[in-house]
Every structure is written in structure tokens, then in C-alpha cells.
């Protein structure tokens, strides 16, 4: 039921319950991931996310049909989505490359962070060391004024 505090836990509960039948048990260890008692499949859930690490499409047909049996499902074969990340997999080099295409600009316009003047690679000046000196000196203090009671409120 929507809205009961308890709904995680049941739809948790139902969902081992259902897997169970079919060889699939979470982990004791690592709560979110599953794997089958025979077959080498393996698979995350978060919330209704599933990540998918099988070996055959036997295998994985397996996992979608048991599923397709009491829920509705959207399959992606390309990987490309899980839980809001974005994934480029690289089978080449065995690698895979995270991003969130839009995160920033879109926290830039939420929090209404206004754009840089200058670049902020590098947002003070560098102090240049000097080697052989006989003291380095510390920069200057900064003495910019104390922000006001508005200043202090947006972050």
C-alpha cells in the first residue's frame, strides 16, 4: 500500500518470497544483491533498479521470466541506465565509465548559483614558491567583510 511505512519491507518480503522459488536468495552479507543457486547470474536491485551480470541469454531469460510472471518490466539491453548513472561500457579495455550527463547545470539552476566571471579552475592565486629562500612568508590575510544576515542565510 502507498504510504505505509511498512511497504518497503512487504513488497522486500513478497519479492524473496517469489525469487525463492526459483533458486534466486539474497545475499546474507551484501544486502541489494541477489544470485541463483545453479546458474552464474547475478544481479543488484535498488528500489526497482535490477543490474544484470549474466553468462548466457538462457540464463538471463531465466531471471526475465520469472519476473515477467508477477511484475510488469522494461528491459534495456545496452546497460546504459542504472539507478540515475549514466554507463559506457568499454568490453575492449574491460572497463566502464560513470557519468550523470546534466547534473551539474541542472544544480547550478536549482540552488541558482550564478555563473563564474572567470574560469574557477583555480579560484586564488597561486603562491609561487621560492627555493633557496632563507623564510617563506605566508600571503597576506584575506580581509573581505564579514557576510550580513542574508548573506548568511543562502548558501
Known amino acids: 500500500?502507498?504510504?505505509?511505512?511498512?511497504?518497503?519491507?512487504?513488497?522486500?518480503?513478497?519479492?524473496?518470497?517469489?525469487?525463492a522459488e526459483y533458486g534466486y536468495t539474497q545475499s546474507k552479507i551484501i544486502h541489494g544483491l541477489w544470485k541463483h543457486s545453479s546458474?552464474?547470474?547475478?544481479?543488484?536491485l535498488v528500489v526497482d533498479d535490477f543490474g544484470v551480470k549474466y553468462i548466457s541469454?538462457?540464463?538471463?531469460n531465466h531471471l526475465i521470466?520469472?519476473?515477467?510472471?508477477?511484475?510488469?518490466?522494461?528491459?534495456d539491453w545496452t546497460g546504459s541506465k542504472y539507478i540515475g548513472l549514466t554507463l559506457d561500457w568499454d568490453y575492449g579495455q574491460r572497463q566502464v565509465?560513470?557519468?550523470m550527463?546534466?547534473?551539474?547545470?541542472?544544480?547550478?539552476?536549482?540552488?541558482?548559483?550564478?555563473?563564474?566571471k572567470r574560469p574557477q579552475n583555480s579560484?586564488?592565486?597561486?603562491?609561487?614558491t621560492i627555493?633557496?629562500?632563507?623564510?617563506?612568508?605566508?600571503?597576506?590575510?584575506?580581509?573581505?567583510?564579514q557576510l550580513d544576515k542574508a548573506g548568511q542565510k543562502f548558501i
Open 57 to 60: 541469454m538462457e540464463d538471463a
Open 131 to 145: 627555493y633557496g629562500a632563507k623564510a617563506q612568508y605566508v600571503e597576506k590575510m584575506d580581509d573581505s567583510p
Open 101 to 116: 550527463p546534466g547534473y551539474i547545470q541542472k544544480a547550478l539552476e536549482k540552488f541558482q548559483h550564478p555563473k563564474p
Open 97 to 99: 565509465h560513470l557519468s
Open 1 to 19: 500500500m502507498y504510504g505505509l511505512p511498512q511497504a518497503g519491507i512487504l513488497a522486500q518480503e513478497l519479492l524473496e518470497k517469489r525469487l
Open 123 to 128: 579560484p586564488h592565486p597561486h603562491a609561487v
Open 39 to 44: 546458474r552464474p547470474t547475478t544481479f543488484t
Open 65 to 75: 521470466n520469472v519476473l515477467q510472471k508477477y511484475y510488469q518490466i522494461t528491459i
